[in-house]
């Protein structure tokens, strides 16, 4: 918005009608107003007004008396601007500075056409309504604006003076151009780019506010407790010293078949019993063998522990095992088959010791476990091997009972003897039989001939008979001879199967013997416990990261959550 220019104030001669001494003195003088117009502002047309305004009083030029000598007399100067035109312009100054929007200005001028003032600006309007005593810039009734133009305006105390003086003709004067002030509107560009700029200015103030909100929880939430800790690792966390150690699991030497032998002398021959010492050292029950043995819970309820890792003087097992897991550390290779063990204290040696009383539980522990697998096959050989050796004993007995009863020793061979004996006196028999045939086949046999020959066979038949009866002698039932020689020979065939039954679970003893011994398992340390020099923990910037991470990913999540929350809320 521009100012209007103030116009330096000048001088104005004015040449009036020279004075003679009687005309002069015979004219009346006429009094003159007085010339307040400014070059600058511009003058209402007086032909539009019907009453004159103070300080818009045309100059009439004297015109000299009739009869009058002309005479020569000094020119007359015109008048200077008065204080009042010099406050008025002040005045303005005011105004403007006051920072009216274009609405009261508009008002104000209507206002001042209410009233009939002259005005050639808005500001000119509101300076006149505040000299006549009318606030420009109060919200009234609309009635109250409608006026008597004779009651508003009042009349200028020289207006008669001036009817009577000043004809109604008047000299036409110059209009000086109005000037063209400033419009207080906006147009819709400039009002669309102060919008878009108040936008900017809030979206800025807004972005600032949420960043400041920001980066407030993140201090608290996230730096905050990230310093604590990196505080605690760095000053007043105790320093552990670190004991490490490796050992493996071996497996007796020895070829085993089918899948075991092909398994036989890797890493998978032990796994299982590699996992369990694993387990074992990991245990509650290690925990209470190094207690009983090095004082576990006590070396760690020393004063010279932080609060954080010191154990409490009636601390109970299961706070002592929560110590124990986090300075005891095992893992497994299964690639390789190697246990590896860390073990930390506060004191090197103390480690050292704490590794090397839990290497002995672990072998000791290992012996006890292939100890109890191999008992268990050699007890089942054993079982089988004894009981072979009875029913072998037995069926001996019983074979040496059934020979007792037939008094004989050899059966088989009396058999034998017996069928042979039959089968001579059989051949002789049928020899007497031809004989006799070949006798009476005469026309006239010998009587004494054939009576001897039949004497022959019927001997013959009873020397048979006897023999057939000594072979069965069924009269004795089941201790006749055929009967007790089948009873001999089952109890002969039972006694050779439990001969052989009885190597079969000697020989399955001695497998089983080899096999136990093949399954031997030995712990070998490959790197012993050693006394370390500078302390393996805490790892003060390891772990402050690891806490920021922490602390951080926790944030995430809480706000990730409850921006979700919100959003469901809000929908």
């Known amino acids: 918005m521009t100012t209007k220019p103030k116009a330096k104030k000048f001088r104005i001669r004015r040449t009036g009608a020279p004075l003679g001494g009687e005309g002069a003195s015979a004219a009346p003088a006429r009094p003159q107003p007085a010339a307040n117009v ?14 004159p305004q103070p300080g818009n009083t045309p100059v009439r030029p004297q015109r000299p008396a009739q009869g009058a000598a002309p005479t020569t007399s000094k020119a007359l100067e015109g008048q200077v601007s008065s204080a009042t035109e010099t406050t008025a ?30 005005v050639t600006s808005d500001y000119e309007a509101v300076r006149q309504l505040r000299a006549r005593g009318i606030d420009p810039l ?32 008047q000299l036409p004067q110059t209009v000086q151009p109005r000037q063209m002030l400033p419009s207080t509107e906006l147009s819709p560009t400039q009002r669309r780019e102060m919008e878009i700029g108040r936008i900017q200015q809030d979206i800025m103030r807004r972005r600032r506010r949420k960043m400041l909100q920001l980066l407030t929880r993140l201090a608290f939430f996230v730096f905050l407790p990230t310093l604590i800790a990196g505080y605690y690792f760095y000053a007043v966390a105790t320093p552990m010293y670190a004991s490490k150690s490796e050992f493996v699991i071996l497996q007796a030497d020895g070829s085993l078949g089918g899948v075991g032998g092909f398994f036989a002398g890797t890493q998978f021959a032990t796994s299982q019993d590699s ?27 020393q004063a010279e522990i932080d609060p954080i890792q010191r154990l409490a003087p009636d601390a109970s097992n299961e706070e002592a095992y929560k110590v124990y897991s986090r300075i005891v ?19 090197p040696q103390v480690a050292t010791d704490f590794s090397k009383s839990l290497l002995s539980y672990a072998e000791s ?16 050989a054993r079982k089988s091997f004894e009981d072979a050796q009875s029913e072998r004993r037995k069926a001996q007995e019983a074979l040496v009972e059934l020979q007792q009863q037939g008094a004989l020793l050899d059966p088989e061979s009396v058999i034998a003897s017996l069928r042979g004996r039959i089968d001579q006196v059989e051949v002789q028999l049928q020899e007497k039989e031809l004989q006799l045939a070949a006798l009476l086949d005469n026309a006239r046999p010998s009587k004494a001939k054939v009576d001897g020959a039949r004497a022959d066979i019927a001997r013959l038949n009873d020397v048979l008979d006897d023999l057939n009866a000594r072979m069965l002698d069924t009269s004795s039932g089941e201790n006749s001879l055929a009967r007790l020689s089948v009873r001999i020979q089952m109890a002969q065939a039972d006694l050779a199967s439990r001969d052989m039954m009885l190597q079969g679970a000697l020989q399955q003893m001695e497998t089983t013997r080899m096999e136990a011994n093949r399954q031997v398992r030995y712990l070998t340390v490959s790197v012993n416990p050693v006394p370390s020099d ?38």
């Open 365 to 380: 522990r290992v012996n006890n476990l292939s100890g109890q697998k191999r008992e268990d096959q050699m007890r089942e």
């Open 534 to 571: 500078e302390p393996s923990y805490p790892r003060s910037f390891e772990n402050t990261i690891l806490a920021f991470l922490l602390f951080a990913g926790i944030y995430l999540m809480i706000s990730l959550t409850a921006s979700i929350l919100r959003e469901q809320v809000s929908s």
């Open 89 to 118: 312009e002040s005045e303005i100054d005011a105004i403007k500075r006051e920072g009216l929007t274009g609405r009261q200005l508009r008002m104000a001028r209507r206002l001042a056409q209410k009233h009939n003032l002259p």
């Open 275 to 301: 996992i369990s010492v694993q387990s074992f050292l990991e245990s509650k029950e290690a925990m209470l063998l190094l207690d009983r043995d090095q004082n576990f819970k006590a070396h760690f309820q």
């Open 38 to 51: 400014s070059p600058l502002r511009p003058q209402p047309d007086p032909t539009h007004s019907k009453t």
């Open 329 to 347: 550390t095992i893992g497994y290779d299964p690639t390789e088959g190697v246990i590896r063990m860390e073990v930390a204290a506060p004191d």
């Open 138 to 169: 109060e919200r009234g009734n609309m009635l109250d604006l409608v006026v008597q133009r004779g009651k508003d305006v009042p009349p200028h105390p020289d207006a008669d003076n001036a009817e009577q003086e000043v004809p109604k003709i």
